[in-house]
């Protein structure tokens, strides 16, 4: 299935550092220590992992990747709400709760969906919108506070532009296989792309997200025009056993 060979490509917020070390925004040096210990006493993650994500939350500017592709300027409950309502699979609900939050962690919701398979035009079309609002001076202001809390050091806002337009990226990749599994993919892009169009101004992530599809299609339709020929050929020879095309 063609799920599993794109699952690294996928965005993931249950890959994220505070994700597998259970850390929030505010938790210091010594409470990531307590962590790390609670994770590899746990061993949900690999020994690998753990030591990866660790390493990046205590490394100031490896840190601000993670923060930014988590679930930012969300109370605890907030959080809590959402993880529990992705543990479970309930996504109408979880749809429904992160329809008012900030748009920067709504969106990342909204990837991370696409990674499971939950992704439909309704979906894809929430996403674009989502990377219309994102508010970076908020972010910014967010992220000091918390790092002022737990003792790291303040980020500048040139970082926090850079590390949303890497994570833009990641976006667009997700979303743009996402609707590669769809039943009709040539539709919905076409139908995102039109409505996006209709606006005043397009979605910001849209021309990436139109490349990512454009690219991941190439190889796609190649691909199937292989397979195509091939049981073409097969259909030549007289005895030949044929199988459907896949």
């Known amino acids: 299935q063609m799920g599993n060979a794109l699952g690294s490509e996928n ?86 709760a992160i329809a008012f939050l900030p748009d920067l962690p709504k969106a990342n919701v909204l990837a991370h969906l696409c990674g499971t398979n939950s992704a439909d035009q309704t979906l894809l079309q929430d996403l674009l919108c989502a990377w219309d609002e994102i508010n970076q001076l908020s972010l910014l202001q967010f992220l000091n506070t918390q790092r002022q809390a737990a003792g790291f050091p303040q980020v500048e806002r040139s970082q926090i532009a850079a590390s949303i337009k890497a994570l833009k990226s990641a976006h667009a990749r997700s979303a743009a296989l996402s609707v590669w599994r769809l039943d009709e993919p040539g539709k919905v892009m076409e139908h995102l792309v039109e409505t996006d169009l209709e606006k005043a101004r397009p979605s910001s992530i849209l021309a990436e997200f139109v490349r990512e599809y454009d690219n991941w299609s190439e190889p796609r339709l190649a691909q199937i025009s292989d397979a195509i020929d091939e049981q073409i050929e097969l259909a030549r020879e007289p005895t030949s056993q044929l199988e459907g095309v896949t």
Do not use: C, M
């Not at 746990?42 to 930014?68: C, K, T, Y």
């Open 11 to 96: 965005f993931s917020l249950s890959l994220n550092a505070f994700s597998v070390l259970n850390a929030s925004y505010a938790s210091n040096h010594a409470e990531i220590s307590d962590l790390v210990e609670d994770a590899e006493f746990d061993e949900h993650h690999s020994q690998e992992v753990i030591q990866r994500s660790q390493q990046a939350l205590l490394s100031p500017i490896a840190r601000l990747d993670q923060e930014l592709s988590w679930l930012p300027e969300l109370s605890d409950a907030q959080v809590d709400e959402i993880l529990s309502l992705l543990k479970e699979g309930r996504v109408t609900e979880l749809r429904k």
